[in-house]
C-alpha cells in the first residue's frame, strides 16, 4: 500500500516561514491535501489539488508537489498556526486515501 | 450552513456491534461522495472507508475490510458505518466527511467518540 512519510516535528519562530514535507513514490503525479488540527478541534482542509485554498484559508499558506516530496508551506507563521498538520492522497491503485502520520508545528 | 452531525457513539464491549450516523444539511447530499476518518486517541487521521454520491461504489481501509459496512440513504440525507465484532482497537473519533475537489475532504463534522472496553 502506498505510504504518505511527514517529520513528527517542526518549530518555528513567529514571522518566520515553516515548512512541512511529505514524501512518498512519484508523488508529484498525485494530488495532495493538506489538513490543519488544531487541539480538540476536527481537522480543516487548508490546500488541495494543486494548490488551491478553500475559502477562508489565508494566503499564508501554500503547496507544493514534485518528484517524491510535497510541501506546504506557511510564511509569516503565527501563534495561532500551531497544529498538528496532515498530508493525503487518493492511491488509484488500491482505490484507497492514505493520510501521512501528521507533523506537530510549534511556534516558539 | 453546511453542517456534517455524527451521533451513535459510546461505550462499547469488545465482539458487540454499533451503528454510527452522519447527518448532513446545508448542500446537496445526494451529489456528495463521503468517507469516514478516525482517530484513535493521541494518534494520526487513519482513513476508514468511501462511498460515491449514489452508494454504489464502496471502499475500505484492509484493516476494517469484513468488519465495517458503509451505506447511505440519500432521501434522509444521511450516511451509515455499521461495525461489527468491535475491537479495542476500533477505539477512536469518527470523522464524518465530505469529498471535495482533487481527492480531498473539504469539509468535516466533529466527530463521534467510540470507546471499546470491557
Known amino acids: 500500500s502506498y505510504v504518505l512519510t511527514q517529520p513528527p516535528s517542526v518549530s518555528v519562530a513567529p514571522g518566520q516561514t515553516a515548512r512541512i514535507s511529505c514524501g512518498g513514490i512519484n508523488i508529484g503525479r498525485k494530488s495532495v491535501s493538506w489538513y490543519q488540527q488544531r487541539p480538540g478541534q476536527a481537522p480543516i482542509l487548508v490546500i488541495y489539488y494543486h494548490g488551491g485554498r478553500p475559502s477562508g484559508i489565508p494566503e499564508r499558506f501554500s503547496g507544493s508537489n514534485s518528484g517524491n516530496t510535497a510541501s506546504l508551506t506557511i510564511i509569516r507563521v503565527e501563534a495561532g498556526d500551531e497544529a498538528d498538520y496532515y498530508c493525503q492522497v487518493w492511491d488509484t491503485d488500491s482505490a484507497h486515501r492514505v493520510f501521512g502520520g501528521g507533523t506537530k508545528l510549534t511556534v516558539l | 450552513q453546511e453542517q456534517l452531525v455524527e451521533s451513535g457513539g459510546g461505550v462499547v464491549q469488545p465482539g458487540t456491534s454499533l451503528r454510527l450516523s452522519c447527518a448532513a444539511s446545508g448542500f446537496t447530499f445526494a451529489s456528495s461522495s463521503m468517507d469516514w476518518v478516525r482517530q484513535a486517541p493521541g494518534k494520526g487521521l487513519q482513513w476508514v472507508a468511501y462511498i460515491s454520491h449514489d452508494g454504489g461504489i464502496k471502499s475500505y481501509d484492509d484493516s476494517v475490510t469484513g468488519r465495517f459496512t458503509l451505506f447511505r440513504d440519500n432521501s434522509k440525507n444521511t450516511m451509515f458505518l455499521e461495525i461489527n465484532s468491535v475491537r479495542l482497537e476500533d477505539s477512536a473519533i469518527y470523522y464524518c466527511?465530505?469529498?471535495?475537489?482533487?481527492?480531498?475532504?473539504?469539509?468535516w463534522g466533529q466527530g463521534a467518540l467510540v470507546t471499546v472496553s470491557s
Open positions: 466527511t465530505r469529498d471535495g475537489e482533487g481527492g480531498s475532504l473539504d469539509f
